[in-house]
């Protein structure tokens, strides 16, 4: 809490001798989620969550992948889906196919799809789909 206030833009003129806007501001950033104060943590719980996201063991697939997509969809519109642009490109599997290469170009367009493909599978119960993951 300390922190959050010292990083107010208006800590050194208005909160730091004046013990009523000291309090004002508190009660505010106790009712603030911190992802609000902070935007990256939005993001980052985004991607924690769909990373850690995992098919309960009596949960059917299409639920499954309907939570998913949701957690998906927040992702995207947070990162936008060409955030894995430069890591494809630098990938060995790109790079044989030549930095102007058509298939280089869909392997860049896909690589949203395949990542989320491939976290998918991965929080899927692994005793009925993991065998996918091994292909």
Not at 10 to 22: D, G, M, R, S, T
Not at 76 to 104: M, W
């Amino acid at each position: 809490m300390h922190t959050a206030l010292k990083e107010l833009p208006v800590f050194e003129y208005e909160i730091k001798n004046n013990p009523l806007k000291l309090l004002e501001h508190i009660g505010v950033l106790m009712h603030t989620p911190m992802r609000a104060l902070y935007s990256q943590l939005g993001l980052i719980e985004t991607f924690a969550r769909l990373l850690n996201m995992r098919q309960d063991e009596k949960e059917d697939i299409l639920t499954y992948m309907e939570r998913f997509e949701g957690e998906r969809q927040v992702l995207k519109s947070l990162s936008g889906s060409k955030f894995l642009e430069v890591f494809t490109k630098n990938t060995p599997e790109s790079k044989k196919l030549g930095s102007d290469s058509k298939a280089q170009t869909k392997m860049i367009e896909e690589s949203f799809e395949t990542f989320s493909t491939a976290v998918f599978l991965g929080g899927a119960n692994q005793r009925k789909y993991g065998s996918l993951m091994e292909r």
